[in-house]
């Protein structure tokens, strides 16, 4: 049976060992150890859990493993790699990309540049049935279609940053600053909402910025000021179009969320909001703009591809290193929030720009 180390919270050892079967208690912490072998072509060793596994059976993973009593952590990952597939390396060979505090566990993320063919693996019986080497783009698919074990894909997903940098492939881009553009009535405050919830990024509104108590509109130097200063900061999502900011705003985010919406379909999402909350504020308004039927702001909507559309889409042409999302429909937003649920910031764009004649 084996036998672990127990630490406490600032990874400082306890003095005390407890076996695997015994529930770690609250404020008691043991060491996971994972060891994740890259080849010469930048592709990723993943190893298939027996499926008569409790946790997680017939799901893809690193190699990994508990720290046994006494072991260092870059002996348990030479240790747990050698026993799951048969790879021999040296503990110099490990390069530590990352240590994380999870709820029971510190896991030590190692990293192993190795050649192995695959018919030279061995696998261990009880433990793993299968190999394969797959890219970092193929891993990442594998965990959006739940092949990859869920506390190993969160984990990776994490390390994304590091794991693209340690290996010097194409950044697949972190989102830490979108815009989110699109006719009055396509959803763009609904969205920032549920995209600040799931990617922990504050949300501002243009809308809020710009209109004081009374639908009194602030004067123009004024929200420019107040705008430069959330855009300044480290990390946001901006739901507003503005044209006068807005190739600003295009310019510093990392990516640009257009929903574009019919527009018989925005003016009728407008009415049904308005019919709603007709005397009140939306949570993306002050609290002194409360909603009314406004005949003239139905008439932008109805312009607004004419005035808008083509200067967005225009604008997204000359962008180098953005990613570009566009959406078209209820149905689309619903699967973007999925995807972004699965994979968090790293959601690719899906906008192709047009080829140049």
């Not at 030279?120 to 074990?149: H, N, P, S, Y």
């Not at 894909?153 to 989102?175: C, H």
């Not at 308005?274 to 932008?300: A, H, Q, T, W």
């Amino acid at each position: 049976m084996e036998v672990w180390d127990l630490f406490d919270e600032n990874r400082i050892p306890l003095g005390r060992t407890e076996s695997r079967a015994a529930p770690v208690k609250k404020g008691e912490y043991h060491i996971v150890v994972v060891a994740c072998v890259v080849n010469s072509k930048n592709q990723i060793l993943l190893t298939l859990r027996d499926r008569n596994k409790v946790k997680y059976p017939g799901t893809w993973e690193n190699t990994g493993g508990a720290l046994q009593a006494g072991e260092s952590s870059r002996e348990a990952a030479v240790r747990e790699l050698f026993e799951e597939t048969g790879i021999k390396v040296a503990q110099d060979d490990l390069t530590m990309l990352d240590s994380q505090k999870e709820e029971y566990a510190f896991i030590d993320f190692y990293i192993v540049k190795k050649d192995v063919p695959l018919e030279e693996i061995v696998l261990q019986k009880g433990e793993t049935t299968d190999a394969r080497w797959v890219t970092f783009r193929e891993m990442l698919e594998m965990g959006r279609c739940g092949e990859i074990a869920p506390p190993i894909y969160r984990r990776m997903r994490t390390l994304a940053p590091k794991l693209i940098k340690f290996l010097g492939i194409r950044k697949v881009s972190e989102s830490r600053k979108i815009i989110i553009l699109g006719c009055s009535g396509s959803g763009k405050s609904t969205l920032a909402a549920k995209l600040g919830k799931q990617l922990s990024l504050p949300v501002v509104y243009l809308d809020a910025l710009s209109w004081d108590a009374g639908w009194k509109r602030k004067p123009f130097e004024e929200f420019d000021r107040l705008a430069e200063a959330e855009i300044r900061k480290e990390e946001w999502i901006i739901d507003g179009n503005f044209p006068r900011t807005v190739e600003h705003r295009m310019d510093e985010c990392d990516t640009v969320i257009y929903l574009d919406f019919k527009r018989w379909f925005c003016i009728l999402s407008v009415l049904k909001r308005v019919i709603k909350n007709y005397g009140k504020p939306r949570e993306s308004m002050n609290p002194g703009c409360p909603e009314k039927f406004d005949p003239s702001f139905l008439k932008r909507i109805w312009n607004f591809d004419r005035r808008s559309k083509a200067h967005y889409y225009g604008y997204m042409e000359t962008l180098s290193d953005t990613k570009l999302i566009v959406l078209k429909s209820r149905r689309e937003v619903g699967r973007f929030l999925e995807k972004v649920e699965k994979e968090g910031r790293f959601v690719e764009g899906n906008y192709k720009k047009q080829k140049k004649k």
